[in-house]
């Protein structure tokens, strides 16, 4: 086991500025901190030392029974007070003395007991949250896990309990005494007890486990904590030696309590839904008194004969969902928003946190950020928030990416722009890096810099060739000066003392003409100007993620390390957080033999010359018997997916625990629907696409079709249609803004599951489409149900409870309905991809069909002084006379509304979508309804 106990690894980024190690966060993360079942040894002691002499107490504070806290400086350092704490003359035990009337400070009972201090004295952070002084369960965020002092852990002990209580005010608190406990915010994870009654021989040991969510929960290892327990039979005596361990792995509590000669006694605990996966803990250990009252020389003793306390790093995952998952981008994206597709927000800074959009900003190769945009002079960029004067501080921005894709002339990829709203400042750009495909030399990376303060004139500057993967660029402020590094090498040295302005850094693409542009960031953080030592990319090649060895064989592990700036001096192999080898020449590999069949998570850290390191993505192999494919299924769906859009295929291979789950995705006609790796789908054009799914091992297939839709230019027969909503909309945003046909805005109501009802007041209604438009193209997942009455019963028509496909304006979740026939219509939201929120907000719910809604008889109005022209018409029709008018209709010849829209102001309504035929159009307001004839040719 790699044991960090209270130790943290460190790497330096910046020159002579401390930067933390790039590692990164699961999505759902499990790793084996690897321990053996064993009985814990005393250790070797000697008697005529201080308690610090035999034990390590630099990670440990003690509170003595008086409330006095003893720091880990001087608790090291020989601490000892006579009768209280102090070392055994005999035996070398350390030993804890704790009087029933000791003062108890915020708690109930006294003590004398050591609380885990991983800080080791530095001040300078403080005791609690979540910090180098304290550790979290790897079920907590990766970012948790790279602020905290460990990650899991488990405390070992020899221990013998020399005396307890005999009396006290209530039968309960006699004879007992906390010896080892974890510890969180406000509740006890775990607390081992000892207790021995006064008429028994024997004690009892018991934990007691304390959900934040809650009742106590009890567990008898040893006994029974009764109060009116029997002698046990296997109990623990006074004075008898006992070992115990506590461990956290993941979410599981594991209690061990070892005895020489006898077997051990095992308890775990999921704690899952205890409400700890995001809290900090520290262990504690010693003599808790749980007893307050009783005879004036009441007391408690324990004896420690051995203790340790190991942690664990965090274990990175396979892959991040969003770009702030991803740890080493947090900071700069903290304090970030996004714009797309052009200058305006696309997501706000305090709403960006597990944020992707799937064309424009996502997650790529695991633990990269792709950035992509299309069209004129369009972008998909981070707007640094925070403004600075050039001239006011070094500070830097530093930038690994690779313009992966690039069609149009020339992408900027990273700015200096001033912020004109918050000064005087000419509002452009102080700095460009960019890439021009027309300029020479071709292939290279340029720097364009305003050398005036009005921002009119400006110098370009070659910075050098793209290298055709990634490359990494400074931009770094010194002493009124800016700098540039590309690739470790000063390209630009100017001076920008005249840039006074409120500015601030961007980074991504922006089109500085037609076409697109793909980038991907390895890494992107600000720092204080100092040159960077580029860290070391690092991933492991073989075995593939997922990959089954047979029992038996050996584990071949081959990594892939490169440092752009240096050497690698070492590659390390870790299983879990157990250190298997390490190699310092290329290629790097290591042979794992002699491994047990199970599961196993493996990662390579790579060192380089100046001490920076990083750590791979995880690679999840198990080992253990094939077991064979023997078919493969798509999962049932009936969704559509619109042009342009995106549908997320899933495929179920059978048997279910096959060894080799990896299939092959394919679209029969590409010029119809694209299908990736992972089987998200992409509508190209209208059809019906047939996807097939292949498996790896065996080739067995399954196709699907898939309808891919425009969205529907018919009328919208839920539009303006009565709607209730479940719960308390969130000021205007009420139901009625589902079927208004206004994507701006929705219908939102706090947390899930909620429910809308919408009538379409017609019984005759056979539905064949229904469209969802979702507030920020969220991915809400739901169903869709239908019903002949208000009442019921309702029949699902759409089963969307596993949606990962945004629903924007110009694509909406689509499906294809199979002609159900319904009157209301209910969409119920149960929860969301991606989105953290507790919201739900959808702007449109259209629905599509046949039937007859909201007819009327026109022939009871006359045509006024509303004049159309041309009339006939083909497709634009001019309206002059309508200002007085806030509603358009226009209905065919059997009164069914086809046009349906506000006219304020309106001058004009396209119609070329409407068949040949004679229309009337309807304007009302606060008089009496106009009607007009129009013809369609």
Not at 61 to 89: A, C, H, M, W
Not at 861 to 875: E, G, M, R, V, W
Request: glycine share 8%.
């Amino acid at each position: 086991m790699q044991v960090l106990s209270n130790y943290r690894y460190s790497g330096f980024g910046l020159k002579g500025r401390f930067y933390k190690p790039l590692h990164s966060q699961c999505l759902l993360l499990f790793f084996a901190l690897m321990t053996v079942s064993y009985s814990a040894a005393a250790q070797e002691l000697d008697p005529s030392l201080p308690p610090s002499g035999n034990f390590d107490l630099s990670y440990w504070k003690l509170t003595r029974p008086n409330q006095q806290e003893i720091d880990e400086d001087n608790l090291s350092n020989g601490f000892v007070k006579d009768g209280e704490f102090y070392t055994d003359t005999t035996t070398g035990a350390m030993v804890f003395w704790c009087p029933n009337d000791g003062r108890t400070g915020g708690s109930t009972y006294p003590r004398n007991e050591l609380r885990e201090m991983i800080r080791r004295g530095d001040n300078s952070i403080a005791t609690q949250g979540i910090n180098k002084n304290n550790w979290v369960f790897s079920s907590s965020t990766m970012a948790n896990q790279e602020a905290a002092g460990g990650v899991d852990g488990v405390m070992t002990a020899t221990v013998a309990v020399d005396h307890v209580s005999e009396t006290s005010d209530e039968t309960r608190k006699i004879g007992r005494v906390i010896v080892g406990q974890i510890h969180a915010s406000d509740d006890e994870p775990c607390r081992i007890y000892y207790r021995k009654l006064p008429g028994n021989t024997k004690g009892s040991i018991y934990f007691a486990h304390e959900p934040t969510t809650g009742p106590e929960q009890w567990y008898d290892m040893i006994g029974s904590r009764a109060d009116g327990a029997p002698d046990p039979e296997d109990g623990v005596a006074l004075g008898e030696k006992f070992s115990y361990e506590i461990k956290v792995v993941f979410n599981t509590l594991t209690v061990t309590i070892m005895r020489e000669g006898k077997p051990d006694v095992v308890q775990e605990v999921d704690m899952t839904n205890s409400g700890f996966a995001d809290d900090w803990m520290y262990f504690k250990a010693g003599n808790y008194n749980q007893n307050n009252a009783g005879d004036p020389d009441e007391y408690a003793q324990v004896s420690f004969f051995a203790l340790d306390v190991t942690h664990s790093e965090p274990t990175p995952p396979t892959g991040y969902t969003a770009p702030t998952d991803i740890p080493r981008f947090q900071p700069f994206l903290a304090e970030c928003k996004l714009q797309a597709p052009n200058s305006s927000t696309l997501r706000a800074q305090d709403a960006l946190d597990g944020y992707t959009h799937p064309e424009w900003f996502y997650v790529v190769n695991g633990d990269k950020i792709r950035f992509n945009q299309s069209g004129e002079s369009m972008r998909t960029e981070l707007r640094y928030e925070e403004n600075y004067d050039a001239t006011d501080g070094n500070r830097s921005m530093h930038a690994r990416l690779d313009i992966a894709e690039q069609t149009c002339q020339q992408v900027t990829v990273l700015q200096i722009h001033d912020d004109a709203n918050a000064g005087p400042g000419p509002n452009k750009p102080l700095l460009r890096i960019y890439k021009h495909n027309g300029r020479v030399p071709t292939n290279h990376l340029w720097a364009a810099i305003k050398t005036d303060a009005a921002g009119v004139n400006t110098t370009h500057i070659d910075l050098g060739e793209d290298p055709g993967g990634y490359f990494n660029c400074d931009i770094r402020l010194v002493d009124g000066n800016m700098i540039i590094d590309f690739e470790g090498e000063e390209k630009v040295n100017v001076d920008v003392s005249f840039w006074t302005f409120p500015s601030y850094w961007k980074a991504g693409v922006y089109l500085q003409d037609n076409g697109e542009a793909t980038a991907h960031f390895d890494e992107l953080f600000e720092g204080d100007g100092s040159p960077q030592n580029y860290f070391p990319s690092v991933s492991i090649t073989s075995p593939a993620n997922g990959e089954n060895i047979e029992p038996g064989n050996d584990v071949e592990i081959i990594v892939d390390a490169i440092d752009s700036d240096g050497s690698i001096t070492m590659v390390e192999f870790f299983e879990g957080n157990t250190l298997l080898g390490e190699d310092t020449t290329a290629p790097y590999s290591f042979t794992w033999s002699g491994a047990a069949e199970g599961a196993y998570t493996l990662t390579a850290k790579a060192t380089d010359n100046e001490g920076g390191s990083r750590t791979s993505l995880s690679t999840e192999i198990t080992i253990r018997e094939q077991v064979s494919v023997t078919g493969v299924n798509f999962a049932e769906s009936t969704a559509a997916a619109a042009v342009g859009g995106i549908l997320q295929l899933e495929a179920i291979v059978s048997p279910a625990n096959a060894t080799n789950q990896n299939v092959v995705f394919a679209s029969e006609d590409p010029s119809i629907a694209t299908v990736d790796e992972n089987g998200l789908l992409t509508g190209i054009a209208e059809g019906v696409a047939t996807i097939t799914v292949t498996t790896e091992e065996g080739a067995f297939i399954d196709s699907e079709e898939i309808q891919i839709v425009f969205p529907s230019s018919k009328f919208n027969l839920a539009l303006n249609q009565p709607i209730e909503g479940t719960g308390t909309p969130d000021g205007a945003n009420v139901p009625t803004s589902l079927v208004d046909d206004n994507t701006g805005t929705r219908w939102s109501v706090q947390n899930f599951p909620q429910s809308a009802t919408v009538d379409l007041e017609d019984d005759d209604i056979r539905i064949t489409q229904i469209e969802v438009t979702c507030y920020e193209n969220r991915a809400y997942q739901f169903i869709i149900e239908g019903a002949l009455t208000e009442e019921g019963p309702y029949t699902t028509i759409v089963d969307r409870s596993n949606n990962k496909t945004p629903g924007s304006p110009a694509t909406p979740i689509i499906d294809v309905i199979d002609s159900v026939e319904a009157r209301f219509v209910r969409v119920t939201v149960t929860g969301a991809d991606v989105y953290a929120g507790q919201w739900v907000s959808l702007t449109e719910l259209r629905v599509f069909g046949v039937g007859e809604r909201n007819t009327v008889s026109v022939t009871e109005f006359s045509d006024q002084q509303i004049k159309l022209t041309p009339n006939p018409a083909t497709s634009v029709v001019t309206i002059s006379g309508a200002e007085a008018f806030h509603t358009l209709s226009v209905y065919d010849q059997t009164g069914r509304i086809v046009i349906h829209r506000k006219a304020n102001n309106l001058t004009s309504l396209n119609v070329s979508e409407l068949p040949a035929g004679l229309y009337y159009i309807k304007l009302e307001g606060d008089d009496k309804p106009q009607v007009s004839r129009l013809i369609k040719h």
